[in-house]
């Protein structure tokens, strides 16, 4: 795993380190390594959790098929806490717990 140059960590959770952790085995089940392309910084939607330390991005465009298995297997191992969103040029992954 590594970050992309200009990734800030300062104030990011727990929470998202161990879904980062999750992630990199499953990109290295899929023969890729994981680059995370932002965390606290970078432009987000306002109140978007990368703000609090509560989602990080991750790198897609290696994927064929544009990160669609990275997501299900991703969504798959993490707990339900988790929102794994696939977007256009990447993944999304946030720690929302429900309820
Ligand atoms: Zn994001």
Request: charged letters at 25%.
């Amino acid at each position: 795993m590594r970050y992309k140059k200009g990734v800030t960590l300062f104030g990011v959770s727990a929470e998202i380190l161990a879904a980062l952790v999750v992630a990199d085995s499953v990109w290295k089940r899929l023969g890729e390594e994981l680059v995370v392309t932002s965390i606290t910084d970078g432009k987000h939607k306002f109140g978007s959790l990368h703000y609090l330390g509560y989602a990080g991005d991750v790198r897609t465009r290696y994927f064929q098929d544009g990160g669609v298995e990275a997501a299900d297997q991703l969504r798959d191992a993490l707990t339900d806490e988790y929102d794994v969103v696939l977007e256009s040029t990447h993944i999304h992954i946030e720690f929302q717990p429900k309820g």
